[in-house]
């Protein structure tokens, strides 16, 4: 199991001491042109979480290339690129302008942004363009905004993805606490941290049954409990996002705190771990201690 | 940056406004203008504040409590440990002649801090009221002006090209001390989740481009804002 | 504004006192069969939420009709009945059966249930179908679990809807703290609570902007803040559920608590509330108190 | 049922459980066997607790921490207040000859109020160890016997139709009673969000229907539930 960033939680140009913390390091989403992202104010805080309607800033592929990747490539610490588009081919170009550099460990294909309005083709198109352009291991970022996640890991495994990441936010609202308008200027914003982590979990849950594809898990991680119960749930690794907001030495806490918590289910490693949630019942009664006396 | 956990030494009034005081332990107190991210109790974020005073093993903030964040911090205890992480962001330039401190409301928040590195220079402070203006005792060498009076009025006379700004307040007051002070240091705001460049949310307009204040700033040369 | 329940979180035949407490009494959906629900274990408590896979425990709608209907006319409070199935057909002849029954004040269209395998028809078939077959207002209740609530939104009331009842609940899961398998029997179940809440309030925010109709707004409301951000969102009313559970006397302190908020918007009645959060900039900053700093 | 905010008196540990005393107030005490729905503080949904004891103005639950709702209400402190429904649900039928009360566990709860209310007959509980059985001391005149032995054990000699058996325990013990004794009442558990019968959570399987054990139970004839 390795601990990653979240796309668009970590810059490791800008904190590469965090960054190096990590199994893995994920950039923010990367578009095939330059984007600024929508008009402050693109940040809210909600009770159990936070909203956010960046919108993908980024450089652009072209100055990524150029200028980012280099810098990343010097940190030591395995580089998975986010790509976004608004059409399949699209993902084709930046997957195939990322190809030959041998800095990139990963594509993770992020087909799932609810702050941009355009919204991208069927998944199964996207991953097929993307598959046909890549050699590199691909995975397919979800939303949880659908009446069945299992279907689009589905078409994403179909289509060649090499793995899913589980999920992104899903769209909220938060108003001013005195003019009771909507804090984010665009209205809306992903919603991520805690009040995600039920809804990330059944995701995760539901695409391990369905494609039994490696999953990235992600969505309110703050515990080393949370961590496993998504390794538990069916990922094979877990990212960090909102929670390095507010504490950047997160994983390293983590991964402590995950270690103990596996002492106590009891497994030896986490990859043990991975799909306990669906192991046969006789199994799990073996950990459970005491009979509950529920008459049925 | 170094994030810690910091012991509360103590908490009092300032006019509407509250100082927080924390043991320092290994915080560089950094260069004022500077922030820190403060954990705030219950809240899923924390919030950036200036440092306003940095006597020998302490850091102090001077808190607005206007929202849920602010209201947290207002309301820790002492003995409480708090989430810190700092110092974060570009404070002043310091390497100038006489200087001149600008502040509005809790933009006087920087300014303790910043006058002690400058030997106190003089200082011109502007507040909606009496009260608040009782912020006023943290700046030596200051005079004050309170509503209706605005800073900008005095400053047109003082600030020719005589002595260089530094300023911190609100967004109306700096826009209007960057049109009589070009050359005028300003200190702004924006949200923050992360305060350490991870997160864009702090995005604003510098140079005429969207850029992340916690990384730019939050103390911006007067030009770099678009009018 | 009227303080409705949400369908599903109280029975006013075990709960009188508390169904008079509301404005409206909303039963909990109704299918044309007979219903046992799902196998226990069927609730579990999250964080920020609850979870649950009740199943449309239901006594069909032959029983409602002649055992239920009756004496929930002898409360005093305006009933809406909650019908639910798996073909526009089956909404159809609900509603055909309810049309004549005086006790029915309007009627509710669940067609958003996470906890049946069968996922209903298309959101326009069904209401179109359940419009033909009743004078009664229809309330169409809507899922979340999409990524355009406001496309489902139009579709209902293209197809004839009155209202909209906003929202269900979004599959989420918990794994048991010891054995680390589902807590519930069937793996996923719906999330409420407060973890609902800025999603919930999205979906109102954004097919109160689609479609103009009038909105049941729900989705973990526990205050009267909440009550009221749910109208300025632009709910014309509100409904509590998961809150009824650890507080049967919610609607009379949530009603008081609006007043106090209403008095500090200042707004003088719920209804001049409703869609602020739409209001011209102008109007909110004339709210606002204080200009903030941010150089945009 | 009523609901009421209540005055915690105390709370003192009997073996690994722990006995939380609350002021009566206007609340109703109720009949042996039915239960409370306690708020659990920080948490989402409230508990349901047995009546154990009812002394004049007081309340008093016996609780197992064996998760977080358990554990915050064993947590809270003297002074501190508690949202509290009930009495609710429908507990033992008390119109009997010669009771014999049974408990396992935790399922001791409800048996000192109900034994109070009998006039103190024969119980005979069972424990997991010597440490849980310190419970015993709540009620009057029984007979204990710990793991690996059974209370099912003696139930065999001292309960053929000499008496009326009623019992409280984790589900096995429940149904080996249910075996020797088909007349004996039985008071269940399930997971509860209302605990007044209206979220359709606590459904049970009674009579070969699921039905609510909140509006049903959590007593039930032995016959009623399925073997
Ligand atoms: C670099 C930097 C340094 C800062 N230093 C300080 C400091 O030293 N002391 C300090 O008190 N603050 C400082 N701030 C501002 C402070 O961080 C914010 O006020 C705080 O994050 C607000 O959080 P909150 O949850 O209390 O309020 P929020 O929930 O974020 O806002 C609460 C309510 O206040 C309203 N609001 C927003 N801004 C203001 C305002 N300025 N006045 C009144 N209402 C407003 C909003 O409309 C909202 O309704 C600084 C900000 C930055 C970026
Ligand atoms: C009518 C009624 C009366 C009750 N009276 C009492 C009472 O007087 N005293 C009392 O202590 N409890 C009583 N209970 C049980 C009590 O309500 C539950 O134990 C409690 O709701 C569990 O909540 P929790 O959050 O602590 O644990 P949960 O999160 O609900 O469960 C925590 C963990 O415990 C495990 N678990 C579930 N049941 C048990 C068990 N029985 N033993 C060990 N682990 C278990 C689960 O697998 C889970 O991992 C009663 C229940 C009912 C329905
Ligand atoms: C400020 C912010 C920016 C984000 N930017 C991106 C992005 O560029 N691409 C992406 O795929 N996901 C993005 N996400 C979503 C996260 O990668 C992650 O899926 C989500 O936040 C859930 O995890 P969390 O609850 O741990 O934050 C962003 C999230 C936040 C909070
Ligand atoms: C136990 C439970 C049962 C529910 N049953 C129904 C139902 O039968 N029909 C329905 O339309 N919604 C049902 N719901 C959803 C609620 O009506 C409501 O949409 C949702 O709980 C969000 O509101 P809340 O967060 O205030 O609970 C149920 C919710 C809960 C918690
Ligand atoms: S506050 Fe996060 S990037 Fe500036
Ligand atoms: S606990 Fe809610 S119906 Fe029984």
Same mark, same amino acid.
């Given at each position: ?258 270690? #103990?918590?596996?002492? #106590? ?11 306990? #949630?669906?192991? #046969? ?16 | ?227």
């Amino acid at each position: 199991m390795r601990l990653l960033n979240a796309s668009g939680c970590l810059d490791a140009l800008a904190a590469p001491d965090v960054a190096r913390s990590l199994d893995v390091f994920v950039t923010k989403t990367v578009t095939p042109l330059p984007r600024e992202g929508n008009a402050p104010v693109r940040i809210a805080e909600v009770d159990h979480g936070m909203l956010n309607s960046i919108g993908l800033a980024n450089p652009g592929i072209d100055n990524f290339l150029s200028h980012s990747l280099p810098r990343l490539g010097e940190l030591g610490v395995p580089i998975w690129v986010s790509v976004g588009g608004f059409a399949a081919s699209d993902y084709a170009d930046l997957c195939d302008r990322l190809d030959d550099c041998q800095e990139v460990a990963a594509i993770e294909l992020n087909v799932s942004c609810p702050n941009v309005d355009d919204v991208p083709a069927s998944v199964g198109g996207i991953v097929g363009a993307a598959r046909a352009a890549t050699r590199k291991p691909i995975y397919t970022k979800l939303s949880p905004a659908t009446a069945d996640v299992a279907a689009a890991a589905r078409a994403a495994r179909d289509a060649g993805t090499d793995g899913l990441s589980l999920v992104n936010t899903i769209l909220g609202l938060a108003l001013d606490e005195r003019t009771l308008r909507p804090t984010l200027s665009r209205g809306r914003g992903g919603l991520s941290g805690p009040a995600l982590k039920p809804i990330a979990l059944a995701a995760v849950y539901a695409c391990y049954e369905a494609t039994g594809l490696p999953i990235v898990g992600m969505g309110g991680i703050t515990s080393g409990r949370d961590a496993l119960e998504f390794v538990a749930a069916g990922a094979s690794d877990v990212a960090l996002g909102t929670i390095l907001f507010s504490d950047p030495g997160a994983s390293t806490r983590i991964s402590r705190e995950l270690q #103990a918590e596996l002492a #106590a289910v009891p497994v030896d490693s986490p990859d043990n771990a991975i799909g306990l #949630a669906h192991a #046969a019942p006789t199994f799990a009664e073996g950990v459970a201690r005491r009979d509950t006396s529920l008459p049925v | 940056m170094k994030r810690a956990r910091a012991e509360i030494l103590g908490t009092e009034p300032v006019g509407p406004y509250t100082l927080l005081r924390i043991r320092r332990g290994g915080l560089e107190p950094g260069i004022p203008g500077q922030f820190f991210m403060l954990e705030a109790p219950g809240r899923q974020l924390p919030r950036p504040m200036s440092v306003c005073l940095a006597p020998p093993g302490e850091l102090a903030f001077l808190i607005d409590p206007i929202g849920p964040g602010t209201r947290a911090l207002a309301a820790v205890e002492r003995g409480d440990e708090l989430g810190v992480l700092g110092p974060l962001g570009n404070g002043y330039d310091l390497d100038i002649e006489s200087p001149l401190l600008v502040g509005g409301g809790i933009g006087v928040a920087p300014l303790p801090y910043l006058s002690d590195a400058l030997g106190h220079p003089p200082a011109l402070l502007g507040f909606r009221s009496e009260r608040h203006a009782e912020a006023a005792r943290l700046v030596h060498n200051a005079e004050v002006v309170v509503e209706p009076k605005l800073v900008t009025e005095p400053l047109r006379d003082l600030a020719t090209d005589c002595c260089k700004v530094l300023a911190c307040g609100p967004e109306a007051m700096l826009r209007a001390v960057a049109d009589v002070i070009p050359a005028a240091q300003l200190a702004w705001e924006a949200p923050m989740a992360c305060g350490y460049g991870a997160c864009y949310g702090c995005a604003v307009e510098i140079d005429g481009e969207l850029k992340r204040l916690c990384v730019e700033g939050p103390v911006l040369a007067a030009e770099a804002v678009a009018a």
